[in-house]
């Protein structure tokens, strides 16, 4: 069941491995080690966007300074990695020529090389962001072992200025990578950490320029825009709350804009819902200090037993307006809200502004004390 309060979903592009539904090329890999520690099986693999990692084919290579090949059908301008069994270690390439050499010592294995323009490109990607990465956690260390205000905040602007230049790289990297697949890839790096759409649709959309035929970018920009579409649709601060009528208790319907002209919180809830109903009680005593002060609750229960819904309603003393479908997950208020957990909760301002989401325990009192003692001084 779901309990949990809701999750925005902010969109995530997933690091791409190999483009799905392109031409499939053949592709030999071959792979060197200088000083492999022991006999082992070297796995060639493969994701495709969105699906789990895929072993394309294996190989046996000897000890020593081993070698082994891979000859197989690969998706075009794609990211693949080489495993080894002796300790997970594995090797990123892409396959953005016909035949792709690797070699390392594993001794220095950081220093591998992979022949091929695209894979040179992303192992200056690799190595470039871990070196970034590497720069933050000595900065944040530093300003935890800081004995002063003073020294902390001097390690965390610099934490913050290092932050920046790295998703600065990220963005100059995804603009410039002359390979898409590498291109996806540094965006799918910066996405973790940046979701600003004044920033990600620019890029996206020259990203799209620059590789008009390539079907993974077609992919991931239209995923982009429909995020973005839902997005703007979602119940947000500032915004007007979708509305809606559904039938009360008697069966008489009910419609939120019937409530204008007053402060209300539209309260999401389940009589089967335990972390909803060990939170009615605050609902309650929010609603009974401020009921004489143009707030009332709606409750929207998403309960499917009208008899369970009625008898939780009286057992926990609410005595509010109450309203549903009973339909539960399929309830109509689900999509409008973008619900993906209950509790959930919005409190609307006299015009049907939304103006706080999701309040809990004192949480509630508090912002209600606020809006309503500002409205009284108006």
């Given at each position: 069941?779901?309990?949990?309060?809701?999750?925005?979903?902010?969109?995530?592009?997933?690091?791409?491995?190999?483009?799905?539904?392109?031409?499939?090329?053949?592709?030999?890999?071959?792979?060197?080690?200088?000083?492999?520690?022991?006999?082992?099986?070297?796995?060639?693999?493969?994701?495709?966007?969105?699906?789990?990692?895929?072993?394309?084919?294996?190989?046996?290579?000897?000890a020593g300074n081993g070698s082994c090949r891979f000859e197989t059908l690969t998706d075009a301008q794609g990211i693949y990695s080489v495993k080894f069994e002796a300790d997970g270690r594995y090797i990123l390439f892409?396959?953005?020529?016909?035949?792709?050499?690797?070699?390392?010592?594993?001794?220095?294995?950081?220093?591998?090389?992979?022949?091929?323009?695209g894979s040179s490109s992303l192992k200056t990607l690799l190595v470039t962001f871990n070196n970034y990465l590497t720069a933050i956690d000595t900065l944040k260390s530093n300003s935890m072992r800081s004995e002063t205000?003073?020294?902390?905040?001097?390690?965390?602007?610099?934490?913050?200025?290092?932050?920046?230049?790295?998703?600065?790289?990220?963005?100059?990297?995804?603009?410039?990578?002359?390979?898409?697949?590498?291109?996806?890839?540094?965006l799918g790096i910066l996405q973790q950490k940046q979701t600003d759409p004044a920033i990600m649709k620019p890029l996206i959309t020259r990203l799209s320029n620059r590789f008009k035929d390539n079907e993974e970018v077609?992919?991931?920009?239209?995923?982009?825009?429909?995020?973005?579409?839902?997005?703007?649709?979602?119940?947000?601060?500032?915004?007007?709350?979708?509305?809606?009528?559904?039938?009360?208790?008697?069966?008489?319907?009910?419609?939120?804009?019937?409530?204008?002209?007053?402060?209300?919180?539209?309260?999401?809830?389940?009589?089967?819902?335990?972390?909803?109903?060990?939170?009615?009680?605050?609902?309650?005593?929010?609603?009974?200090?401020?009921?004489?002060?143009?707030?009332?609750?709606?409750?929207?229960?998403?309960?499917?037993?009208?008899?369970?819904?009625?008898?939780?309603?009286?057992?926990?003393?609410?005595?509010?307006?109450?309203?549903?479908?009973?339909?539960?997950?399929?309830?109509?208020?689900?999509?409008?809200?973008?619900?993906?957990?209950?509790?959930?909760?919005?409190?609307?301002?006299?015009?049907?502004?939304?103006?706080?989401?999701?309040?809990?325990?004192?949480?509630?009192?508090?912002?209600?004390?606020?809006?309503?003692?500002?409205?009284?001084?108006?």
């Amino acid at each position: 069941m779901k309990h949990s309060s809701p999750i925005i979903n902010l969109f995530i592009i997933l690091l791409v491995f190999t483009a799905c539904n392109q031409k499939q090329e053949l592709t030999q890999v071959n792979v060197t080690i200088q000083n492999n520690p022991q006999k082992q099986v070297v796995s060639l693999i493969g994701k495709s966007y969105g699906s789990s990692a895929v072993v394309l084919d294996t190989a046996t290579m000897d000890a020593g300074n081993g070698s082994c090949r891979f000859e197989t059908l690969t998706d075009a301008q794609g990211i693949y990695s080489v495993k080894f069994e002796a300790d997970g270690r594995y090797i990123l390439f892409s396959n953005d020529e016909p035949v792709i050499g690797i070699t390392a010592d594993w001794n220095n294995f950081s220093a591998y090389s992979a022949s091929s323009p695209g894979s040179s490109s992303l192992k200056t990607l690799l190595v470039t962001f871990n070196n970034y990465l590497t720069a933050i956690d000595t900065l944040k260390s530093n300003s935890m072992r800081s004995e002063t205000d003073s020294i902390k905040n001097i390690w965390n602007q610099a934490e913050q200025k290092k932050t920046q230049e790295t998703q600065e790289y990220l963005l100059h990297y995804t603009d410039t990578a002359k390979t898409p697949a590498v291109a996806l890839y540094a965006l799918g790096i910066l996405q973790q950490k940046q979701t600003d759409p004044a920033i990600m649709k620019p890029l996206i959309t020259r990203l799209s320029n620059r590789f008009k035929d390539n079907e993974e970018v077609k992919k991931i920009s239209e995923a982009y825009n429909a995020f973005l579409t839902k997005q703007m649709a979602m119940p947000a601060v500032g915004k007007t709350a979708p509305v809606f009528s559904l039938p009360d208790t008697t069966g008489q319907t009910v419609s939120l804009q019937s409530f204008r002209g007053k402060y209300i919180l539209v309260d999401f809830w389940a009589s089967w819902c335990a972390p909803c109903r060990k939170e009615n009680p605050a609902v309650l005593a929010a609603f009974n200090t401020y009921k004489d002060k143009n707030f009332t609750v709606l409750g929207v229960s998403l309960d499917k037993d009208k008899a369970a819904w009625l008898n939780a309603i009286h057992k926990d003393g609410l005595t509010w307006q109450h309203v549903s479908d009973l339909k539960e997950w399929e309830s109509m208020v689900v999509p409008l809200y973008s619900i993906e957990g209950i509790p959930f909760n919005v409190l609307l301002n006299p015009e049907g502004k939304i103006i706080a989401m999701n309040l809990r325990g004192d949480a509630l009192e508090k912002e209600l004390a606020a809006v309503l003692d500002n409205a009284g001084q108006e």
